[in-house]
Structures are given as C-alpha cells and as structure tokens.
C-alpha cells in the first residue's frame, strides 16, 4: 500500500516537472521568456513542501550559512535568500496542518519550553501594540516568527529521530566549512591582517562577530562528535580534523567574544565532567559577583588604564579585550550599552518597541560615551547585547522572560545530561555547551534578528526538546 502511495507521488512529480520543463522550454524558445524557465524547481520544491517538510527543513539548515542577504527585499527590510523565504512557506504549511489535521505531537506543544516560547512571542506582540514605530515591531515580531515555528516547533517533531538530529549538526556544519575555506583563502590574500578578519567572510556573514559566533556554537558539536558512541574510527578522525579546521578558523576570526564563549563553555564542562555539586558554582557565582562589585572601582581604574588597542597579535588582542581608554569597538558598546538602559529607564515596563532601539537610541547617546564610530543614523547594529536590547525595546518583563528561556535550556541539557543513555547524554551536552557560547556571546553581540544564529540557536533548543520528549521510548526501540 505504501509502495503504490509513494510510486504515485513520485510519478505525479515527475510528469508535473516534465510537463512544466516542456512548457518553460516552448516558451524560452518562441517567447524568449526566461523567468518561466524557473518553474520546474517551484515545482520540486512545493512538491516536498506538501510531502516531505523534514527534507525542506533540513535544506534550509544546509543554505543558511551560505545564504547572502538582499536589502529592501520586502516591506523595507532586508531578506536572507533563499532561507527567509523558505522559512515562510514552512510557517504557512505548518500553521494549515495545525488547523486542519492536528497531528502535532501534543507534548511538545505543552513542553514548558514550549510555553516559554509562547510567552517570549506573546510579549512581543503586547509590546508591539504599544511601540513607538509599531510597523517596525510587526516586521519584527514576523521575523521572529518565521524564525521560531521553523527551527522550534517544526525541528521538534523532525528531531523525533536522532539521525535527523545528527543531519541538522552535519549539514550546518558542512556548508560552514566551505564558508570557513573560502573566508580563510580570502584571509591569506592579505596575509591574515586583524583588519581583514573584519570582513572577509562577506558575503555569507556580515562580520566577524557572527562568523565567530557560528564557529563556537559548532565548536562543542565536533568535539561531542569526537566522543561520541558508536560511531566509526574514520568519522571519529573526520571529526577531529573538523575540530581543528575550527579551532584555526575562530582564532583568525579575531573575535574576542567568541574566544571568551568557549573560554566559558570549557569551564562549564569541567564542572560538569568534574561532577562538581550546584551549590557549589553558584557559590563560586556568587563569591565572583561580589567580588567584582566590592572592588569595582579598582578594577574599572586598572581598564581604563590599558591602552592595547586591536591587534593582529593575538596575545595583545586578547589583552584589549579590557580596553576601555582608547579601543574604540569596546567604547562603543559601552555607548550603546549606556543608550539601552537610558531607554528603559523612560519606559521600563513595555520599552520601546520590538525591533526599534536602532531608530531610537541616538538622542540617547551622552556626548561624554559617543565614538569616532557612533552614528546617529541607525545603520551599525543595534544594542550588541542579547539582554539589554529586549530591555530597552520590551521593558523588564521582556529581560526576565529571555533570561527565563536561556536559564531553561541550560537547566533542561545538564539535566538529559544524567540520563543513563549514553549517546543521550554526549548529544545533550555538546548542545548544551553550543548554547552557552552563544548565551555568553549575546552579552556583548546580539545575532538573533538573523537567520545565521536563530537557526542553530532554535535548532538546539529543539535538539533538547525532542530528547527530553522522546528520549523515554528510545531504549525499548534500540533494544
């Protein structure tokens, strides 16, 4: 019975793309209409969105890190092609099964990270009523949208299967290695200069931040994969030499946050490797943060005080990290970082509006903190944090609400950690330990308005979903 289902669609798609390829090829010929000529692949690609959504999905995780983006695409805004497109068509497919079929998995619309997620749109959507440029914060909250039903609800149920889990790790990573080969052949043209690494990976990745950003979530990936069970000696070698090919890529990355991400996430699997009590780290938490508020005159004095500015040596960047005299990519964060909580300090409850702090935070830059890079024109980033800026743009229960999700995630992957699967819990903990190094990294970038981090980012938070949801069934399955 299957087999007659499944020979049926595929002869409907073949005659249907031979028909359209007949029709297109007449009319390339007599009309000398070459955009029809495209219709055979619309074609293709609505077949499996009607068929097969995991396929689509898992393309798109495929195209992201090679997908370029095309300003004044649609309504105004930039677009991310060809993923944002695709994106929306699996918001739609998604949303009219929901309706009219209703074979969700129902757990995973109860899952509490599920409700976390609909309370992070809810606000979105309340604050967007009340923004000051309520157009940008529905452009906004769509975005957002696109980016979440795709890589959270969809991924969920796709993750079902754990090879589905291991083809989402390998194809994001497969095509971010041909962008790391063709950056670092850029790179090597002006003899890996600090100054290239700024751009080099243009045009898949606007800067180096969020190259940087995607090389260490992915980092712990191909470390898990070193480790992981059951797999072959050759993929084991593969792995590693993946591992290293990264390692090299995110050092002439020169992105100082990305380096203290993975410094954090190494920390963290020590501790957890270390089987070193809670209490024990939010002891050391707590000691640390009190120690740095006791003497936080002294060590903004000693800061202020280094004068290394970015450089191409890697011991001295590592050492401007701490510059806020003179280096003027952390002053200017410090300015940004200032306009946000000047921002919410005039609308603490619903801020701004989703999506509005680059139209609004110039009248809020104090002459004392603006750069020789500070602009009043909304066009260099926004509040380069993923805390402050739904501060300022959703007030304080939107500040709450993204440290609720992040704190979550972190507690749901240490928690698959104990299960007593072992593949379960080498896949938890290196998603865990990719989703620190964006969390750690959010505190000086924010990248989530893009496709190039949202979707690694929901994808992971799937990853912990569909175990946490699925894992249950899969020891009577193996046995």
């Known amino acids: 019975m299957w087999a007659t289902e499944h020979s049926r ?33 619309v074609a293709v690609v609505l077949y499996y969105y009607l068929v097969s959504l ?191 090919f990264f390692v090299v890529a995110i050092i002439f990355s020169y992105t100082r946050a990305a380096w203290l991400s993975l410094f954090a996430a190494i920390i963290v699997l020590f501790v957890v490797l270390a089987r070193i009590k809670f209490r024990w780290l939010v002891f050391a938490v707590l000691l640390a943060g009190g120690t740095v508020f006791t003497f936080h005159q002294q060590i903004i004095d000693r800061m202020e005080k280094n004068k290394q500015d970015s450089s191409s040596n890697f011991d001295k960047h590592l050492q401007s990290m701490s510059n806020i005299s003179s280096d003027a990519s952390n002053l200017e964060r410090l300015n940004r970082w200032n306009a946000a909580l000047l921002m919410f300090d005039q609308r603490p409850w619903l801020g701004w509006g989703p999506g509005t702090y680059q139209f609004v935070y110039a009248p809020f830059q104090l002459a004392r903190d603006r750069t020789v890079i500070s602009t009043n024109t909304g066009d260099r980033g926004t509040a380069h944090s993923e805390y402050l800026g739904p501060l300022s743009e959703e007030g304080f229960p939107g500040l709450l609400i993204v440290l609720a999700l992040f704190g979550y995630a972190i507690y749901l992957g240490l928690k698959l950690y104990r299960s007593e699967n072992r593949e379960i819990r080498v896949l938890s903990l290196m998603t865990t330990l990719g989703l620190l190094t964006y969390m750690v990294h959010g505190f000086m970038n924010n990248f989530l308005s893009t496709d190039k981090l949202s979707v690694p980012f929901w994808g992971f938070i799937a990853v912990l979903v569909a175990l946490d949801v699925y894992r249950l069934e899969e020891p009577k399955k193996e046995s």
């Open 9 to 41: 669609r595929i002869f409907l798609l073949y005659s249907t793309t031979g028909l359209f390829l007949a029709g297109s090829l007449f009319l390339l010929i007599d009309k000398n209409n070459y955009g029809l000529f495209v219709l055979p692949v």
């Open 54 to 244: 995991d396929k689509v999905l898992l393309f798109i995780t495929f195209a992201t890190p090679l997908a370029v983006n095309i300003s004044d695409a649609a309504l105004g805004s930039s677009l991310s092609v060809p993923t944002e497109p695709m994106m929306m068509g699996i918001v739609m497919v998604f949303a009219v099964n929901l309706l009219f079929r209703n074979r969700y998995n129902p757990k995973l619309l109860t899952h509490p990270m599920a409700y976390l997620v609909y309370l992070y749109l809810f606000w979105m959507l309340v604050t967007m009523l009340t923004s000051s440029m309520p157009w940008v914060s529905l452009k906004h909250l769509l975005s957002r949208i696109w980016f979440v039903v795709p890589f959270f609800f969809v991924a969920a149920s796709v993750f079902r299967k754990k090879q589905n889990i291991h083809r989402f790790y390998v194809l994001y990573l497969a095509a971010l290695s041909i962008v790391v080969v063709y950056t670092l052949v850029r790179h090597a043209q002006y003899g890996f200069s600090e100054d290239a690494g700024h751009w080099v990976m243009t045009p898949f990745y606007n800067d180096h931040t969020a190259y940087g950003a995607a090389l260490a979530m992915f980092i712990p990936v191909l470390a898990g994969f070193v480790v992981y069970p059951g797999i072959s000696l050759l993929k084991r070698i593969l792995a590693l030499l993946f591992l290293g």
